[in-house]
C-alpha cells in the first residue's frame, strides 16, 4: 500500500518510522511478550515508558525542574475546565483573548467558573488577525490570562509570547498550545500553564499534556472533581489512574524521532520551510486567497480559498487522486486548509504546490 499525504488538522499525519516501530513491537514489547496495550500502567516495563517519555519531553523542551509534567485523559477541551477549577485561586475573574473557534471554547466553559474578561477579541474580522498587545484591556486582578497561540480552523497564530504589564505583575500567562507544541523552541518559564492534545505534532489522539508551574498547584475551588485537580494528577506522577497508556508510548516515540532529527530548532527550521512555500504559491496568484494577515499567519494550519468557490469540490477530488487528503476546510470556514505539522515532510508540501499550480493553470 503506498502512503498519502495527509493534510488533516487532527488526528494528524504520525512520522512513518513510529508508526513503523509502533507496528514491530505490537505484539512484543521489548522482549517483553506484551503489547503496550496489554501492560499494567504500574508494571516496571510501562513505568519505564513513561519516564523515558517525561525525560525526553523535559529535555527537547527546557522544561524547568519547578514545572510538574502531566500525562491526561480527556483532550485539550477538559482544560477549559480544569484551568479555572485549578488556578482561580480564591479570585474573581480571569482575563482570556479571543482569536477564534478553541479560544471561544475556553471562554464559555471558564463563565462556568468565574467572570471572564475578554481582554481582546479579533471576531470583528472573522478571526483573520491577532489583536495587538497595546489594546488588550486586561483586568489587572484577573487571576490568569489565557491565550491559544495557534487556532487550528482559522490559521492565525501569535508569533510572539504576551509580556504582561512589561513584568509587573505575578498573573500567569496560560496557552492551549495544541497546535504548534513540539514544532519550535518555547520558553516554559514565561508560562504559568500550558497545555497541549496530542493529536498535532507528537501523537495520537487520547492524551493531552500539561506543563504547569508547582506553585500553582492545589489551590482548586471547591467542589473540584478529584479527577480535575492538577496536583493529584502531579502527585501521583499522572498514574492516579490509569492514564491512556498507548498515546503516551506513541508520543514517547516521537519525542525519541524529534531528538534524531536535532530537536525543536531543527524541527522548527523545517517548518519554516514548509510554510513558506504553500504562502509564497498563495500570494503569488489571485486564484488562491489566504484570509489571513501576513504577520499572523500560522505556520502548522494553511487556509485558503479559491476563486471560485464553484470548483472546490472538483480541487478535493483531483487532489485525491494525487493521493492529497484532507485539505477541505473546517466546517464553520469554508474553503481549504492544509495543515503541516511536524511529520508532513517537506515533499508532501512540494508535492501539494505543483498540484495547486496545475489546478490554476487548469481553471484559470
Known amino acids: 500500500m503506498e502512503r498519502i499525504y ?27 511478550g506484551m503489547s503496550v496495550m496489554e501492560m499494567s500502567h504500574r508494571g516496571k516495563e510501562f513505568m519505564s515508558i513513561a519516564a523515558k517519555a517525561e525525560a525526553d519531553l523535559r529535555e527537547l523542551a527546557g522544561i524547568p525542574q519547578n514545572y510538574k509534567v502531566l500525562f491526561l485523559s480527556g483532550g485539550a477541551s477538559a482544560q477549559f475546565a480544569m484551568v479555572p477549577m485549578n488556578l482561580l485561586r480564591g479570585k474573581k475573574s480571569a482575563n482570556y483573548i479571543n482569536t477564534g473557534q478553541w479560544s471561544k471554547k475556553a471562554i464559555q466553559e471558564a463563565k462556568k467558573y468565574c467572570t471572564v474578561n475578554v481582554a481582546a477579541s479579533s471576531e470583528d474580522a472573522n478571526f483573520t488577525y491577532v489583536p495587538p498587545q497595546e489594546t488588550w484591556n486586561l483586568d489587572p486582578d484577573a487571576a490568569y490570562l489565557h491565550y491559544t497561540p495557534n487556532e487550528t480552523i482559522g490559521g492565525v497564530e501569535f508569533n510572539w509570547v504576551p509580556d504582561l504589564l512589561n513584568g509587573k505583575t505575578d498573573m500567569p500567562l ?15 518559564s514565561r508560562f504559568g500553564l500550558i497545555y497541549a492534545g496530542a493529536q498535532k505534532n507528537v501523537g495520537p489522539a487520547g492524551l493531552c499534556i500539561v506543563i504547569v508551574r508547582d506553585d500553582l498547584l492545589g489551590h482548586t475551588i471547591a467542589g473540584t472533581p478529584t479527577m480535575f485537580d492538577y496536583k493529584i494528577h502531579a502527585d501521583n506522577d499522572s498514574m492516579y489512574n490509569t492514564p491512556p497508556t498507548y498515546p503516551m508510548y506513541i508520543c514517547g516515540l516521537v519525542l525519541e524521532w ?38 499572523d499567519r500560522s505556520r502548522m494550519n494553511v ?62
Open 6 to 32: 495527509n493534510f488533516s488538522a487532527g488526528p494528524a499525519v504520525l512520522p512513518e518510522e513510529v508508526l513503523q516501530q509502533a507496528r514491530d513491537e505490537m505484539l512484543d514489547w521489548h522482549g517483553s
Open 174 to 188: 496560560v496557552a492551549d498550545i495544541s497546535s504548534t507544541f513540539m514544532s519550535r523552541p518555547l520558553d516554559v
Open 258 to 295: 524529534l531528538k534524531k532529527r536535532g530537536g525543536l530548532k531543527a524541527m522548527e527550521e523545517t517548518n519554516i520551510t514548509k510554510a513558506n512555500l504553500l504562502y509564497e504559491l498563495l500570494d503569488a496568484t489571485d486564484f488562491y486567497h489566504c484570509p489571513v494577515a501576513k504577520p
Open 303 to 364: 487556509p485558503f480559498t479559491l476563486k471560485n468557490a464553484a470548483l472546490d469540490d472538483e480541487f478535493l477530488k483531483q487532489a485525491r487522486t494525487r493521493g492529497l487528503i484532507q485539505l477541505k476546510g473546517h466546517r464553520s470556514v469554508g474553503g481549504m486548509r492544509a495543515s503541516i505539522y511536524n511529520a508532513m515532510p517537506l515533499e508532501g508540501v512540494k508535492v501539494l504546490v505543483e498540484f495547486m499550480k496545475e489546478f490554476a493553470s487548469h481553471h484559470a
